[in-house]
């Protein structure tokens, strides 16, 4: 018999070797990899790979890939490891186009953690791949079009109104404004009403249900946002949701109870809820009828729960990058008056030659354009692009083989800090956008909403509901720095989009 001493020692070792093992298994193994390939990579720690930074000093996901692209964007390619799973970084903007584009077909999915059981809210246009995707996909192209846009106009101009007034009960109240928490309550209010039929009068009541959950679903978790990313297959492990279920429950509530209200009273109105009503009855909608390839029956009709899942896919996109969008800009604005001028003296101009903010009149004010431009190349909504091998590739003029599974990043905030492709790259500049500026440059060197068949589906929507609320605030306030202003702004760690860590305020004045 042992004794308890030799038990205890025992059992020490044994645990002592399994830990060691683990660790060389790792150490050589694992993250031996890149190595074997021949492919140059940064350094891993075990057990967490290149993740040491995000983890340990809370960098936000712009920070590091922004970092990591600049201590090797000199390679074509490089491998990096977020936790044990190898990912492929590509920064050649050509091999970015075949990946994105023209090889499209061996990278069509994302390759993130999607568990339609345990989370189906998430089982959106952002998350899908495969086939589902791609029928998804061409169900929704038609609610985006131009001529979409301009039917939702109204929806921005009256919530635009409402800015207005909030902007001046703020006014009289403090010269100080934080521009983020308003124009966040301003998104909320448009795409609650186009997604979901009902204004959330974020503006005049933030405490409500759209702005609580919102804000939720974009609260800092580094680790669960760096493993549904990054190695899903430990998300799979613990069967790790996507989303809080206090999130989805609220929102599987209020769009069943929505869709209700609109069928009992008959209310059909031209906004997102309304396609996706369509979609849901007969799985096409009012635009397909002449479409002789539309479903003849409802068997590829939506689910209540897909249907969900793409309202709500269309609120938390639609309402933080173009709130974070309107905060950036404002933000660089206020730091040069001289660009604020010049666009402010755009804004009168055509204001006075139209009579009224109108989809037309925002059509014409190209130094706007130019502005939010250079915004979304220095504030990337999504600094990264996820993208996974879902069948063996040869690149052309790359001398590795991509097997299938194998996942890539596309650094999208590093692309848009290269030195050698944006001189002065701190520098906000809209004159880079102008005509000839932008055809100087290769067009995947700037990715503020992806590029190829994946490329964002709202882009109209989103970048109209930006200009509408520059145009209605500019229009009336100039802003300027104050004591309050962080500057340089950091960046909230643990999420996967660009957000300021806190709050953006600016002095207001009127004109």
Same mark, same amino acid.
């Given at each position: 018999?042992?004794?308890?001493?030799?038990?205890?020692?025992?059992?020490?070792?044994?645990?002592?070797?399994?830990?060691?093992?683990?660790?060389?298994?790792?150490?050589?193994?694992?993250?031996?990899?890149?190595?074997?390939?021949?492919?140059?990579?940064?350094?891993?720690?075990?057990?967490?790979?290149?993740?040491?930074?995000?983890?340990?000093?809370?960098?936000? @996901? !712009?920070?590091?890939?922004?970092?990591?692209?600049?201590?090797?964007?000199? +390679?074509? %390619? /490089? $491998?990096?490891?977020? *936790?044990?799973?190898?990912?492929?970084?590509?920064?050649?903007?050509?091999?970015?186009?075949?990946?994105?584009?023209?090889?499209?077909?061996?990278?069509?999915?994302?390759?993130?953690?999607?568990?339609?059981?345990?989370?189906?809210?998430?089982?959106?246009?952002?998350?899908?791949?495969?086939?589902?995707?791609?029928?998804?996909?061409?169900?929704?192209?038609?609610?985006?079009?131009?001529?979409?846009?301009?039917?939702?106009?109204?929806?921005?101009?009256?919530?635009?109104?409402?800015?207005?007034?909030?902007?001046?009960?703020?006014?009289?109240?403090?010269?100080?404004?934080?521009?983020?928490?308003?124009?966040?309550?301003?998104?909320?209010?448009?795409?609650?009403?186009?997604? @979901? !039929?009902?204004?959330?009068?974020?503006?005049?009541?933030?405490?409500?249900? +759209?702005? %609580? /959950? $919102?804000?939720?679903? *974009?609260?800092?978790?580094?680790?669960?946002?760096?493993?549904?990313?990054?190695?899903?297959?430990?998300?799979?492990?613990?069967?790790?949701?996507?989303?809080?279920?206090?999130?989805?429950?609220?929102?599987?509530?209020?769009?069943?109870?929505?869709?209700?209200?609109?069928?009992?009273?008959?209310?059909?109105?031209?906004?997102?809820?309304?396609?996706?009503?369509?979609?849901?009855?007969?799985?096409?909608?009012?635009?397909?009828?002449?479409?002789?390839?539309?479903?003849?029956?409802?068997?590829?009709?939506?689910?209540?729960?897909?249907?969900?899942?793409?309202?709500?896919?269309?609120?938390?996109?639609?309402?933080?990058?173009?709130?974070?969008?309107?905060?950036?800009?404002?933000?660089?604005?206020?730091?040069?008056?001289?660009?604020?001028?010049?666009?402010?003296?755009?804004?009168?101009?055509?204001?006075?030659?139209?009579?009224?903010?109108?989809?037309?009149?925002?059509?014409?004010?190209?130094?706007?354009?130019?502005?939010?431009?250079?915004?979304?190349?220095?504030?990337?909504?999504?600094?990264?692009?996820?993208?996974?091998?879902?069948?063996?590739?040869?690149?052309?003029?790359?001398?590795?083989?991509?097997?299938?599974?194998?996942?890539?990043?596309?650094?999208?905030?590093?692309?848009?800090?290269?030195?050698?492709?944006?001189?002065?790259?701190?520098?906000?500049?809209?004159?880079?956008?102008?005509?000839?500026?932008?055809?100087?440059?290769?067009?995947?060197?700037?990715?503020?909403?992806?590029?190829?068949?994946?490329?964002?589906?709202?882009?109209?929507?989103?970048?109209?509901?930006?200009?509408?609320?520059?145009?209605?605030?500019?229009?009336?306030?100039?802003?300027?720095?104050?004591?309050?202003?962080?500057?340089?702004?950091?960046?909230?760690?643990?999420?996967?989009?660009?957000?300021?860590?806190?709050?953006?305020?600016?002095?207001?004045?009127?004109?």
């Amino acid at each position: 018999m042992w004794s308890a001493e030799e038990f205890y020692n025992s059992k020490l070792l044994w645990i002592t070797f399994f830990v060691v093992s683990i660790y060389l298994y790792l150490k050589w193994v694992v993250f031996g990899y890149w190595k074997r390939l021949g492919v140059p990579y940064e350094e891993p720690i075990v057990p967490v790979g290149n993740l040491y930074e995000s983890l340990v000093k809370n960098v936000s @996901f !712009g920070d590091f890939f922004k970092r990591s692209y600049m201590k090797s964007k000199h +390679f074509r %390619y /490089y $491998g990096i490891y977020m *936790f044990h799973q190898p990912h492929l970084v590509i920064t050649d903007p050509e091999l970015i186009r075949l990946v994105l584009n023209k090889e499209f077909s061996h990278f069509p999915d994302r390759g993130l953690y999607l568990n339609e059981k345990v989370d189906p809210v998430s089982a959106h246009l952002f998350l899908l791949g495969g086939e589902k995707w791609k029928n998804l996909r061409s169900k929704f192209s038609p609610s985006f079009t131009s001529g979409k846009m301009k039917q939702m106009f109204f929806v921005m101009t009256e919530c635009a109104e409402e800015l207005a007034k909030c902007l001046d009960d703020t006014a009289k109240i403090s010269k100080v404004v934080d521009i983020k928490d308003i124009i966040i309550r301003y998104t909320m209010d448009i795409i609650s009403s186009a997604a @979901f !039929g009902l204004n959330s009068n974020s503006l005049k009541d933030p405490n409500n249900g +759209f702005h %609580y /959950y $919102g804000e939720k679903t *974009f609260r800092s978790q580094p680790m669960r946002n760096l493993i549904v990313f990054f190695a899903p297959s430990l998300a799979y492990l613990v069967k790790l949701r996507f989303l809080e279920k206090s999130i989805s429950d609220f929102f599987i509530r209020f769009f069943s109870d929505v869709v209700k209200m609109r069928k009992e009273k008959n209310i059909i109105k031209k906004d997102f809820l309304n396609e996706l009503m369509q979609l849901i009855d007969r799985g096409y909608t009012d635009d397909d009828e002449g479409n002789p390839n539309k479903p003849k029956s409802s068997t590829g009709a939506l689910t209540m729960l897909e249907g969900t899942a793409q309202a709500f896919l269309i609120f938390v996109a639609g309402f933080e990058t173009s709130s974070s969008t309107v905060s950036f800009c404002m933000y660089e604005l206020a730091l040069h008056p001289e660009i604020q001028d010049k666009l402010c003296e755009e804004i009168d101009v055509t204001l006075k030659k139209h009579g009224s903010l109108s989809y037309d009149s925002l059509t014409e004010m190209t130094y706007l354009q130019k502005v939010v431009s250079e915004t979304l190349r220095k504030y990337p909504p999504v600094p990264m692009l996820n993208r996974i091998c879902t069948k063996d590739c040869d690149l052309p003029s790359m001398d590795l083989h991509i097997s299938k599974g194998m996942k890539l990043i596309i650094p999208v905030v590093g692309l848009h800090y290269d030195s050698n492709i944006y001189p002065d790259p701190d520098k906000f500049d809209p004159e880079r956008f102008s005509p000839e500026n932008v055809a100087s440059r290769n067009s995947f060197t700037y990715l503020p909403f992806g590029e190829g068949p994946r490329f964002c589906i709202g882009n109209r929507f989103g970048l109209m509901q930006v200009k509408v609320a520059l145009v209605t605030m500019l229009s009336r306030y100039r802003f300027s720095v104050c004591d309050k202003t962080e500057i340089p702004i950091t960046y909230s760690p643990g999420v996967p989009v660009q957000r300021p860590r806190n709050g953006i305020y600016l002095e207001i004045k009127a004109r």
